[in-house]
């Protein structure tokens, strides 16, 4: 069957650098998505990897390796407002989205 | 602010019940999409409408009904819902199905069964 895992919950310091990874399992691949989810708020789009390598945007950067099917979302200068659940998806052969359970990050002062 | 509006943003309904939840996009996208979020669940896949036309349907029960009428909007028709059906429905849409593009997602409708 297709699989994303993710950690459920991390804790981080306001400042501090975290990374949140990902593996997945599925049939085929068209990229691999980070979305970002506020309590109480939509999922926004955060990052799109399709090639290996890092994806830098701020302080958020995207790292792929398609032949580990492994994923990380670089968080840098954490803030505050950072702490949201983080999901993580990926497209397969068939163009379908599989989600991971996401995973709630915590941000102490 | 995404460019997708739900509505409402809360409901609590009875099992014998009949509701509905509305979804509006202001993206002119072409596909848009129902998808049920649970606590610590990954997101659930539920249809998908691509130029108005059902194209996914991931087994869901018969008690949701989605309905397509123009490629903006969205609904979700709801009745004899089981307290299992308690979750937030989230909208979205995108460009087109199966592009590469990213999804838009409206900021849900917190469904409470009784």
């Known amino acids: 069957g297709q699989n994303i895992d993710q950690p459920t919950e991390m804790t981080a310091t306001e400042g501090a650098i975290v990374q949140i990874n990902c593996t997945y399992q599925?049939?085929?691949?068209?990229?691999l998505f980070w979305y970002q989810q506020h309590a109480g708020e939509a999922p926004t789009f955060l990052s799109y990897?399709?090639l290996d390598g890092l994806e830098e945007k701020g302080r958020f950067s995207s790292f792929l390796s398609r032949s580990k099917g492994y994923s990380y979302l670089l968080l840098k200068e954490l803030q505050m407002k950072d702490s949201a659940s983080y999901l993580c998806?990926?497209?397969?052969?068939?163009?379908?989205?599989?989600w991971g359970a996401g995973t709630k990050l915590i941000i102490k002062p | 602010e995404t460019g997708v509006t739900q509505t409402p943003r809360h409901l609590v309904m009875g099992m014998t019940n009949k509701k509905s939840l509305k979804c509006e996009q202001h993206?002119?996208?072409?596909?848009m999409y129902w998808y049920k979020q649970s606590a610590k669940k990954p997101l659930e896949l539920m249809f998908v409408?691509?130029?108005?036309?059902?194209?996914e349907n991931n087994s869901v029960p018969s008690r949701f009904s989605p309905e397509c009428p123009n490629s903006s909007h969205l609904f979700l028709h709801l009745h004899t819902l089981q307290p299992e059906d308690s979750a937030l429905y989230l909208c979205?849409?995108?460009?087109?199905?199966?592009?590469?593009?990213?999804?838009?997602f409206g900021e849900g409708s917190r469904l409470t069964v009784l």
């Open positions: 998806a990926v497209r397969d052969s068939n163009y379908q989205l599989i």
């Open positions: 993206l002119g996208h072409n596909a």
């Open positions: 990897n399709v």
């Open positions: 409408y691509n130029f108005k036309e059902q194209t």
């Open positions: 599925t049939s085929g691949f068209n990229g």
């Open positions: 979205a849409s995108s460009q087109g199905f199966g592009d590469t593009g990213e999804l838009f």
